[in-house]
């Protein structure tokens, strides 16, 4: 069974250059995860929402980077998976330009 949430946009405190530390910014989130359904053995899709934008707001992460690693690792260890893949973008971070970082990993 696959599970994405794709595109989720919401603004965050992310950077490490001073007006990314006091100017909320967007940030564009996209999951996707591989597990083995059976009889109950879901993913609840709204609490990753909520793992992933609490962590985001609250962490207040310096660079994207980090904020991936942590996400990686949090939800890897929460949930049997088989495989994982997370991308952070910043939009708006250059002009005519999106900057995002992106981790995957085969668990199976």
Known sequence: M?????????ETIIGI???????PQDIIISFRADYQYSN???????????IIKD???NMKFHLIEEALIYLFNFISQEYELDYLNI???KPSILPNAEVSVEMEEFFA
């Open 87 to 89: 991308k952070i973008t």
């Open 55 to 57: 962590s985001m707001i």
């Open 17 to 23: 250059l001073d007006f990314e530390r006091k100017i």
């Open 2 to 10: 696959t599970i994405k949430i794709d595109n989720f946009r919401f």
């Open 40 to 50: 109950g053995n879901f993913i609840d899709y709204a609490k990753i929402y909520n």
